[in-house]
């Protein structure tokens, strides 16, 4: 059974730091790899889908990366802010029969001080 | 707006009793998920919906958890005679198209809040 876990499980850093979250995940077979941030009481929003292909993506401030075979993503956030606080978790989709189910992480709960 | 709504966003309910709870996907989206969120925990998949088609009902705890989307848009989720341990968030999210072997993103919906005393 696909395991995925987040370290750490909460961060807090400065305002402006450049930080990375990590996340990893037991089952190699994925068919891709997402991040999203969750506020609190509020739904998930999708950061970055990095395809099994993929070895990165970036939206603005943020860059993910994949290596699939050590089973590994970092989700590297630059120039943070206060408004980044939030909690980020990551989720991977398996290859093969129900590539639609999202595996998540706990989260790590990101701080950002100003 | 336009994403994904569900109601009601708190719900409280004594065990033993039934509930219900709905979600409304981004018009036109193919595909509807549903995920049970324990408090301190990632989302677990529930069950996923083609259209009115559910193809994948396996994360469904127990024979008390019960989803339909009759017309292909609007969900519900039903539970019968709650328990405690089915207190969670429980969240709904679309997709524009048939999700096996998709990469288009999920959208969630903010939740509901079920507390069951």
């Known amino acids: 059974k696909q395991e995925v876990t987040q370290i750490p499980a909460a961060l807090s850093v400065p305002e402006g730091e450049n930080l990375v979250l990590n996340c990893s995940f037991t089952?190699?077979?994925?068919?891709?790899l997402q991040w999203f941030r969750q506020d609190p009481g509020k739904g998930l929003t999708s950061l970055l889908l990095?395809?099994?292909?993929?070895r990165e993506q970036t939206s603005g401030r943020l860059n993910a990366s994949l290596d699939k075979s050590s089973g590994r993503s970092t989700l590297y956030i630059a120039a943070s802010q206060p408004g980044d606080s939030a909690t980020y978790l990551c989720?991977?989709?398996?290859?093969?029969?129900?590539?639609?189910?999202?595996?998540f992480g706990k989260g790590t709960k990101l701080s950002v001080i100003p | 707006g336009a994403g994904v709504s569900q109601s009601p966003r708190y719900k409280v309910a004594k065990r033993g009793q039934d509930v219900a709870l709905r979600c409304d996907p981004i018009?036109?989206?193919?595909?509807l998920f549903w995920y049970q969120q324990a408090l301190g925990q990632g989302p677990e998949f529930l069950t996923y919906?083609?259209?009115?088609?559910?193809?994948?009902k396996s994360g469904l705890p127990s024979d008390r958890f019960f989803a339909e989307r009759p017309e292909g848009s609007v969900s519900t989720l039903k539970i019968q005679r709650t328990q405690q341990e089915d207190s969670a968030v429980y969240l709904c999210?679309?997709?524009?198209?048939?999700?096996?072997?998709?990469?288009?993103?999920?959208?969630f919906g903010d939740g509901t809040r079920l507390s069951i005393l």
């Open positions: 990095i395809q099994s292909s993929q």
């Open positions: 018009s036109g989206h193919v595909s």
């Open positions: 989720a991977v989709t398996p290859r093969g029969a129900g590539s639609y189910q999202l595996t």
């Open positions: 089952d190699s077979a994925i068919y891709n």
């Open positions: 999210a679309s997709s524009l198209v048939e999700a096996s072997y998709s990469n288009q993103p999920q959208h």
């Open positions: 919906f083609q259209n009115e088609a559910q193809l994948d």
